[in-house]
């Protein structure tokens, strides 16, 4: 007795008999040209790290570039990478009303 194996079954085993790295790609935005970390989340980021007041915020060379003021008016400039939202720069100045240090 012979027995066929359809041609969809043999193709399904196959796929199973793949090592599951082979069938995954590396974590990539959907679109390339749009960025895995919106906007809206760079500012909440922003704003966990200190940032009360959102000056500028732009999109360039694969980070979010944000500026602003924290609660004592002190100057934040952050930078957040586009990709998964990992702080790369924060560069903090003391408050114009903090004064000179003698």
């Given at each position: 007795?012979?027995?066929r194996i359809p041609?969809?079954?043999v193709l399904l085993a196959a796929l199973l008999a793949?090592?599951?790295g082979a069938l995954a790609q590396a974590s990539a935005p959907v679109?390339?040209?749009?960025?895995a970390i919106s906007m809206d989340e760079a500012r909440r980021i922003a704003n966990d790290n200190?940032?009360?007041r959102i000056e500028e915020i732009e999109l360039d060379d694969g980070k979010?570039?944000?500026e602003g003021r924290d609660a004592a008016g002190a100057e934040i400039e952050i930078d957040l990478s586009a990709d998964d939202g990992t702080v790369l720069k924060m560069e903090r100045d003391r408050?114009?009303?903090?004064?000179?240090?003698p």
């Open positions: 007795m012979i027995f041609r969809h079954a793949l090592p599951t679109r390339p040209d749009r960025p200190g940032m009360v979010w570039e944000i408050p114009a009303t903090a004064g000179a240090r």
